[in-house]
């Protein structure tokens, strides 16, 4: 990873909670009911707790050597690339990620920034991850798995700055397409601006304001993962035990549902390719 730093914010920044589980981290309009109050303080206290028991401390950008399972996913690349040049010949027919979150529509309405979803907050796709299955092999690597799936950034694609809603996770992403522009293609997580590079992992914080961009004429592709952030005790198991329940949060119930019906008609079109008669 080619990193070009700025002082960095003092470790132990607090983010606000957010209502969701989700990517954007978006607050609710208008006034938030009773209960949505009451989760967003409990949100607001454990995040607190997270920011006070975090082993590795609290910084933007993550040293990787600090995770030695990134080493190993790393030397596996090729056969994650490998699978992605498979889907990517039906790159039209991928969801744009505000088509899945919706919550997304706030930062991204366009066609620019699609995925192809593998796994996520105990969700998880049968049929996507036989597509990838040594990706899906690999990505087991990580403790503490949450999400997993292909971020890919269409030409002239830029997400504005934006917090994640919550501090428990921790985001990997492993450069899998990356064109040579890198005064063009970048992302920037406090006031850090960091480089993908083919091949090479980049671990952060989304918890932390940050933006994308991909200036060039080219496509960008990353695996995208998320994990839990390594914590002391009590935080880990108070942190864990909210991820489970994160399934059950009307965010992940349309997530899934939109996952869902995407995925029936992206099988059901690729089915009837292969049962079409042969052209003459």
Same mark, same amino acid.
């Given at each position: 990873?080619?990193?070009? /730093? @700025?002082?960095? $914010?003092?470790?132990?920044?607090?983010?606000?909670?957010?209502?969701?589980?989700?990517? $954007?981290?978006?607050?609710?309009?208008?006034?938030?009911?009773? *209960? /949505?109050?009451?989760?967003?303080? #409990? #949100?607001?206290?454990?995040?607190?707790?997270?920011?006070? %028991?975090?082993?590795?401390?609290?910084?933007?950008?993550?040293?990787?050597? *600090? &995770?030695?399972?990134?080493?190993?996913?790393?030397?596996?690349?090729?056969?994650?690339?490998?699978? =992605?040049?498979?889907?990517?010949?039906?790159?039209?027919?991928?969801?744009? &990620?505000?088509?899945?979150?919706?919550?997304?529509? @706030?930062?991204? *309405?366009?066609?620019?920034?699609? *995925? &192809? &979803?593998?796994?996520?907050?105990?969700? @998880?796709?049968?049929?996507?991850?036989?597509? %990838?299955?040594? /990706?899906?092999?690999?990505?087991?690597?990580?403790?503490?798995?949450?999400?997993?799936?292909?971020?890919?950034?269409?030409?002239?694609?830029?997400?504005?700055? !934006?917090?994640?809603?919550?501090?428990?996770? =921790?985001?990997?992403?492993?450069?899998?397409?990356?064109?040579?522009?890198?005064?063009?293609? $970048?992302?920037?997580?406090?006031?850090?601006? %960091?480089?993908?590079?083919?091949?090479?992992? =980049?671990?952060?914080?989304?918890?932390?304001?940050?933006?994308?961009?991909? !200036?060039?004429?080219?496509?960008?592709?990353?695996?995208?993962?998320?994990?839990?952030?390594?914590?002391?005790?009590?935080?880990? =198991?108070?942190?864990?035990?909210?991820?489970?329940?994160?399934?059950? /949060?009307?965010?992940?119930?349309?997530?899934?549902?939109? !996952?869902?019906?995407?995925?029936?008609?992206?099988? $059901?079109?690729?089915?009837?390719?292969?049962?079409?008669?042969?052209?003459?």
């Amino acid at each position: 990873m080619n990193t070009a /730093t @700025t002082p960095q $914010a003092a470790a132990g920044t607090d983010h606000e909670a957010q209502q969701n589980f989700g990517t $954007a981290g978006i607050k609710p309009m208008g006034r938030p009911s009773l *209960t /949505t109050r009451i989760v967003m303080r #409990v #949100v607001s206290w454990v995040e607190k707790l997270n920011l006070s %028991c975090a082993k590795l401390g609290n910084p933007p950008v993550y040293d990787k050597a *600090t &995770f030695p399972w990134a080493v190993e996913v790393e030397k596996e690349w090729h056969l994650i690339r490998a699978e =992605l040049d498979k889907l990517l010949l039906r790159k039209a027919d991928l969801p744009s &990620f505000h088509d899945i979150s919706t919550d997304v529509s @706030t930062i991204s *309405t366009d066609a620019g920034w699609k *995925t &192809f &979803f593998l796994t996520g907050y105990g969700l @998880t796709s049968e049929k996507n991850t036989q597509q %990838c299955p040594e /990706t899906w092999r690999i990505v087991q690597k990580i403790p503490g798995l949450q999400t997993a799936m292909f971020s890919i950034f269409e030409p002239g694609k830029h997400l504005p700055a !934006h917090r994640g809603p919550y501090n428990g996770v =921790l985001r990997f992403h492993l450069g899998l397409i990356v064109p040579n522009h890198p005064d063009k293609i $970048a992302i920037r997580v406090d006031q850090q601006v %960091c480089n993908w590079q083919e091949g090479k992992a =980049l671990i952060f914080d989304d918890a932390f304001e940050h933006e994308a961009w991909n !200036h060039s004429d080219e496509t960008r592709v990353v695996l995208f993962v998320d994990f839990n952030k390594p914590l002391r005790f009590p935080a880990n =198991l108070i942190n864990a035990a909210l991820l489970r329940i994160a399934i059950f /949060t009307p965010f992940i119930k349309e997530g899934a549902d939109n !996952h869902n019906e995407w995925e029936k008609k992206f099988y $059901a079109e690729a089915e009837a390719l292969r049962n079409a008669p042969p052209k003459h």
